[in-house]
């Protein structure tokens, strides 16, 4: 059974930076698309950024486009999210997750996930 963890996340000043890791352990996720979401306070979560398979393939959400960046490293079966030009509205909860079933295509909808890390939060602050 896989498992994810997020880490990375803390507090930071608006306009800074901060990089989240996602480390699956228990199985390889080489073969899976994967994505990570926000959950801000009170709001419903969100899609922020997916990869392919082998990292040729990524998409946005319009409110973080330009400023992150997401990339993988297979051999170490890890996912980052390099974030840039925080803002406070980037505050929230983010989760990684792995795409149900091997080879599917990436996907902007929490529902085409299947396992979930734990959270790292990521405060910005005004």
């Known amino acids: 059974q896989v498992q994810l963890l997020e880490s990375g996340g803390g507090l930071v000043q608006a306009g800074g930076s901060l990089r989240l890791s996602c480390t699956a352990s228990?199985?390889?996720?080489?073969?899976?698309?994967m994505g990570w979401f926000r959950q801000a306070p009170g709001k419903e979560r969100e899609f922020a950024s997916t990869?392919?398979?082998?990292?040729?393939?990524?998409s946005y959400a319009e409110s973080v486009k330009g400023r992150f960046t997401i990339s993988r490293d297979n051999a170490k079966n890890t996912v980052y999210l390099q974030m840039n030009s925080l803002k406070p509205e980037d505050t929230a909860v983010y989760y990684c997750?792995?795409?149900?079933?091997?080879?599917?295509?990436?996907?902007?909808?929490?529902?085409?996930?299947?396992?979930w890390g734990q959270g790292t939060q990521v405060t910005v602050s005004s």
């Open positions: 228990g199985r390889t996720v080489s073969t899976y698309a």
């Open positions: 990869i392919s398979q082998n990292g040729r393939t990524t």
């Open positions: 997750a792995r795409r149900a079933n091997m080879w599917s295509p990436v996907s902007r909808f929490g529902a085409d996930y299947d396992v």
